[in-house]
């Protein structure tokens, strides 16, 4: 248990935004900011890791090939609320997670 807490704190990157204060300064920045604090700096590695997962056809444009962007904002506020609810875990190899 005892590792966990610790992996967790050590690892948690929305952990300089949750406390109300923060949350205050941060909803005084404008979506541009707040889209680059997370990409750019924040989740850089989570979203190149699962860009596949969130690449969705955006089947209301003609184009054969589009597909959803920051630049759309419920495509946007669907990932920033992703991004904002991430938790980090450390499970060891062979564990079972669930069983029923």
Do not use: C
């Amino acid at each position: 248990m005892e590792n966990y807490f610790n992996y967790r704190w050590m690892h948690d990157l929305n952990a300089a935004i949750r406390e109300e204060a923060d949350l205050v300064v941060f909803s005084q920045l404008n979506q541009d900011a707040q889209v680059i604090l997370y990409t750019t700096f924040l989740f850089p590695k989570f979203l190149r890791k699962f860009s596949r997962t969130f690449q969705i056809a955006n089947t209301k444009n003609g184009n054969k090939n589009s597909y959803y962007s920051f630049y759309d904002q419920v495509y946007r506020e669907f990932l920033m609320e992703i991004m904002q609810n991430l938790e980090p875990i450390q499970i060891e190899k062979n564990s079972v997670i669930f069983a029923e």
